[in-house]
């Protein structure tokens, strides 16, 4: 992992809001269990959970953080997918009467390194030697961001935890972006879209690796490469996430490009 480019410290994530599930505890619980792809029962209170929300055909809806806090449950989303996020899990909420209220919350999102972080805040995300946090708050002690919108994005690509934006909506499945390796509970049980989202995982043959390329800045990306996302330029790169196929990684067929690839954390 190209470490020199990942930058520690922390941001305001103004393009997020948080959402707030209204209504008896164990009926949220049952509510998110039957529809969100991660395992609720292994959220424990103050503390955060990355999950997804898909579609009957298993293709992603909304992708958000579930914190549970002071015995509230939470919905860290990006503005862009809310809308989206509502309208599907609305199908639902009045069989467990739970509703679904905005707040004034305010987010801050970290990148740190896992061993040396003294911060109190709740990790949703792994990497290798890294780590994503998030804090809500009503109010925080103003200080400056360390981190830029553009340092956020990129530490997020180079730790392939990949941003889920409104034109996403419809586009992959989970494991085309590798959220069946952090998002996916298999033992849950069901939730929907369940069904196909089992099938390519048991039964599949993934012929493409979803990774983070890395290139000088004044490349050009090859032209044989879907690129998924934004390419982002920082401190002369330009960084983006692509599928390769999977004997291309074997033979080296891209060795002029650093590719970072999910089980590099193993």
């Not at 804090?135 to 990949?162: D, H, I, M, R």
């Not at 586009?171 to 996916?184: A, Q, T, V």
Request: glycine share 4%; hydrophobic share 35%.
């Amino acid at each position: 992992m190209l470490k020199n480019l990942i930058k520690t410290g922390f941001m305001y994530l103004d393009t997020y809001e948080v959402l707030k599930l209204i209504g008896d505890q164990e009926k949220i619980d049952a509510l998110l269990q039957g529809q969100v792809t991660s395992d609720i029962s292994e959220l424990p209170n103050n503390d955060a959970q990355i999950s997804c929300l898909l579609d009957q055909k298993g293709f992603i809806q909304a992708d958000f953080i579930i914190v549970k806090k002071e015995n509230e449950t939470l919905i860290v989303i990006d503005k862009s997918i809310t809308k989206n996020f509502i309208k599907q899990l609305n199908q639902f909420t009045q069989f467990y009467q739970v509703d679904i209220k905005t707040t004034d919350l305010i987010v801050k999102g970290y990148i740190a390194k896992e061993k040396f972080s003294n911060v109190k805040n709740f990790t949703y995300f792994k990497h290798g030697e890294y780590s994503l946090s998030i804090e809500v708050s009503k109010a925080f002690k103003k200080e400056t961001s360390q981190l830029s919108s553009l340092e956020w994005k990129v530490g997020n690509k180079l730790l392939l935890n990949y941003l889920f934006f409104e034109e996403d909506i419809n586009k992959y499945r989970p494991n085309e972006l590798n959220y069946d390796k952090s998002r996916i509970s298999f033992d849950k049980g069901c939730f929907r879209g369940q069904e196909i989202v089992a099938r390519v995982h048991y039964l599949g043959v993934n012929r493409r690796e979803f990774v983070s390329a890395v290139i000088p800045k004044n490349n050009v990306v090859n032209s044989e490469l879907k690129i998924h996302g934004e390419t982002l330029e920082y401190l002369d790169h330009k960084i983006f996430n692509t599928h390769i196929k999977r004997d291309e990684l074997e033979n080296n067929k891209y060795a002029s490009m650093n590719l970072i690839r999910y089980q590099d954390s193993n």
